[in-house]
């Protein structure tokens, strides 16, 4: 009866340790998929009369991304700058429209002005970035 008893518990044990295992191969499977998986990430661009909503990648400035966006032919965004070695790029035009005299493009970032330059913020998703031309 002890050899039952034993070959019994074997059995169950074995059975246990091979469906323990499958759980633990699976919840590791599970977590390195959720480790891996790459979420898409947005900006929403506004300026006077139009708002883009494009992708980026992690740690791309708000300058790259609006490059980037201006390539995009069918976004029909463009935009100029003008780089100063010790500020960065300035922007001095948005889809054709200028700043007046004494006035100029300014960033906001979610309703806050921006506290870099547009090649020194790093954009983060879900950003709202808005364009206006106020007066300095």
Do not use: C
Not at 25 to 33: E, L, M, P
Not at 43 to 68: H, R
Not at 72 to 84: A, C, I, L, T, W
Not at 105 to 129: E, F, M, Q, R
Request: a positive charge.
């Amino acid at each position: 009866m002890k050899k039952q008893i034993s070959k019994k518990v074997i059995v169950i044990v074995l059975i246990s340790a091979l469906l323990g295992g499958f759980q633990i191969s699976f919840a590791k499977t599970v977590v390195k998929n959720s480790k891996t998986a790459k979420r898409e990430s947005f900006v929403t661009i506004q300026v006077p009369g139009n708002a883009y909503k494009t992708s980026f990648k992690d740690g791309e400035s708000l300058y790259e991304v609006m490059e980037n966006l201006s390539e995009k032919k069918s976004s029909r965004f463009s935009f100029h700058s003008k780089n100063y070695s010790s500020l960065g790029n300035f922007v001095d035009e948005i889809n054709g429209l200028k700043g007046n005299p004494g006035h100029y493009w300014i960033y906001y970032i979610n309703n806050k002005k921006a506290p870099v330059g547009v090649s020194k913020y790093i954009v983060k998703s879900g950003d709202i970035i808005k364009w206006v031309q106020e007066g300095i």
